[in-house]
């Protein structure tokens, strides 16, 4: 059987995008006194696998099987803190030659497409965002208007 740093009985928790990613659920799983690791292993779940050909490998979040309740519990923590939209605060100035009656504010605009009103300044649509989502971009950006 392989051995992985620090994970005694190698259970596959999760799939994960990156190695930030893995290395950040690692943190909040060890945080909760559950061994991890990340790894990257072969996808059984691939069609290639299932015919019996070699997959090509994902990355894993990897605990002992005595931590899988505990380490359920803290992901279901961890995707609800991560799963809240992302806003973004935008400058809504028009673009140059659009008409000025469009006039220049501040906007809250979410990922799943809600925004809030134009505000005058960038503070009053930062807690239009907030009332939102906790999942605030801290830097503001240009959004220009008209045509």
């Known amino acids: 059987m392989r051995r992985f740093s620090g994970v005694d009985e190698p259970t596959p928790l999760m799939e ?42 994902v990355l894993k979040v990897l605990v002992n099987g005595s931590d899988m ?3 359920r519990s803290v992901i279901r923590d961890y995707e609800r803190d991560t ?38 300044t960038s503070d009053e649509a930062m807690n239009d965002a907030r009332k939102h989502s906790r999942n605030v971009s801290p830097d503001i950006v240009w959004a220009p208007r008209g045509s």
């Open 16 to 57: 994960v995008r990156d190695e930030t990613e893995g290395n950040d659920i690692c943190e909040r799983l060890r945080a909760a006194g559950v061994k991890c690791a990340v790894e990257s292993l072969p996808d059984a779940n691939s069609f290639t696998s299932i015919w019996g050909g070699r997959a090509e490998d």
């Open 69 to 71: 309740d505990r380490a």
């Open 83 to 120: 799963s809240e939209h992302r806003v973004s605060i935008c400058e809504t100035r028009p673009l140059p030659g659009a008409s000025s009656e469009l006039g220049k504010g501040f906007e809250a605009i979410c990922e799943c497409d809600w925004t809030g009103p134009i505000r005058d």
